[in-house]
């Protein structure tokens, strides 16, 4: 197997020299996985955390080979499990690119960790562009997230999430039925069997479609149903409406709405985004990739741009 390394393709400095400081200060961060943000609250990862690592650097490692890339390893120290009291907000998971660490929260179920660990990973996978500015190490550039403009903030950023959920969601569906995760299903597949498309008292579904884990508890108050779902989906809508339409006005150059989303992820992976990007401008005319960077951070106002294409 290869030397481990860090994910940092490209780096944007003034001279060679700091290139390398901060190539250098990338790869100590890889090795010493050490800083707070990674540390705080971890635990010992338990066998079964392992095995999911394990697989996930495999399905990952597979996606980059897809899109001509070679395969690279994440040593399984830079997944850092976080005790559930220790997690702060609502996210499952995050990836720190200037740190070359991910964070995962403990998760409610093995299908959890298994779809937050490969989220991060793609994450981790995805072409990294760090900047020098100043004294300072800046992100320029991350998956589909690239810096444009005059401060060159990176943007996309719900295109870029979008994708990386939708190979999640692929991971998911094709691995649901390995032993790590056989039980989980069958139990979920019992409970879709028995709830149906009944609906809570507010009408709305007590297993939303989409759910891939559910846990039931009975209490005295009555049943509880906890269900993980996939994540971004304002995000994901807005991925595939986009989608559509570049399909449907370029039918005759792709076989079917996949390849399109190939593009995407390719393009996330290798960071070479021209050929999307002149797809998008030739089908939707010049300046639609700088109106959708104008949408960063609101998301619906992105599905609004999109509808009106
Ligand atoms: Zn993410």
């Known amino acids: 197997m290869k030397e481990p390394r860090p994910s940092l393709e490209r780096v944007v400095a003034s001279s060679e020299k700091r290139k390398d400081e901060i190539r250098a200060a990338t790869l100590a961060e890889f090795l010493a996985q050490d800083a707070p943000e990674l540390v ?3 635990r010992e990862k338990t066998e079964t955390e392992r095995a999911i690592i394990a697989l996930v650097n495999e399905e990952t490692n597979a996606l980059r080979v897809k899109y001509g890339l070679e395969p690279l390893d994440i040593p399984e120290k830079i997944f850092h499990v ?3 009291k220790e997690w702060k907000d609502k996210s499952r998971g995050a ?3 200037k ?9 409610a179920s093995r299908l959890d960790t298994a779809a937050s660990a490969f989220h991060e990973a793609v994450h981790f996978k995805s072409y990294l562009t760090l900047e020098g500015v100043d004294g300072r190490i800046e992100e320029r550039g991350f998956g589909l997230s690239v810096g444009v403009g005059p401060n060159r903030n990176p943007r996309f950023s719900e295109f870029n999430e979008a994708t990386t959920e939708e190979l999640t969601i692929r991971f998911v569906e094709r691995r649901k039925h390995d032993p790590l995760f056989a039980d989980e299903t069958d139990r979920h597949e019992r409970h879709r069997q028995a709830l149906g ?3 809570s008292d507010e009408g709305k579904p007590l297993l939303p479609v989409d759910a891939y ?13 906890d269900v993980e779902r996939p994540a971004y989906a304002n995000e994901r809508r807005a991925l595939h409406a986009f989608i559509d339409k570049l399909y449907d006005r370029n039918r005759n150059d792709f076989k079917d709405r996949e390849e399109v ?7 996330m992976f290798t960071g070479k985004l021209l050929v999307l990007s002149r797809l998008i401008e ?6 639609t990739l700088r109106r959708i960077s104008e949408q960063e951070g609101d998301v619906a106002g992105l599905e609004e741009l999109i509808a009106k294409l």
């Open 282 to 287: 030739k089908t939707f005319g010049t300046g």
């Open 99 to 107: 740190l070359q660490g991910i964070i995962l929260r403990e998760g």
């Open 40 to 42: 705080k609250g971890e």
């Open 213 to 225: 884990h559910s846990r039931v508890t009975f209490k005295k108050h009555g049943v509880f149903i």
């Open 82 to 84: 976080i005790k559930k």
């Open 197 to 199: 498309d009944k609906t």
């Open 95 to 97: 990836y720190e690119p």
């Open 261 to 267: 989303f190939d593009l995407f992820a390719k393009g």
